[in-house]
């Protein structure tokens, strides 16, 4: 089986709960770090989830990042084949997001 280092997933949370990866069929995925970088002038809220059948927070609840601030992740997780990693913001397009890891096929 071979490691691949990879992207998982990019972009900007939005206002509703939304998944940011899922693990491919047949994959084990080592998540090994998230980055969250508010790009608004205002603070704001986000929550992050692992979902293997039922979301998990692994942000703490309405996580609050000031203007310009950005939080890292840097705890290992590893997910199974259809697990994901979902995440919600209080505004949609203002924070950005990076996940960062290994997949495994």
């Known amino acids: ?15 509703a709960t939304g998944t940011l990866y899922t693990v491919p069929a047949s994959t084990t995925t080592i998540v090994k770090t998230i980055i969250l970088t508010n790009s608004d002038a205002s603070s704001r809220t986000v929550n992050i989830y692992l979902n293997s059948g039922t979301n998990r927070r692994i942000t703490p609840k309405d996580l609050t990042l ?35 890891g290994v997949e495994e096929a």
Do not use: H, P
């Open 1 to 15: 089986m071979a490691f691949t280092s990879k992207l998982l997933g990019e972009g900007q949370l939005a206002i």
């Open 66 to 100: 000031g203007a310009g601030e950005t939080y890292i992740i840097d705890e290992v997780l590893t997910l199974e084949a259809t697990d994901t990693i979902r995440g919600d913001a209080s505004a949609g397009t203002v924070v950005d997001y990076i996940i960062a």
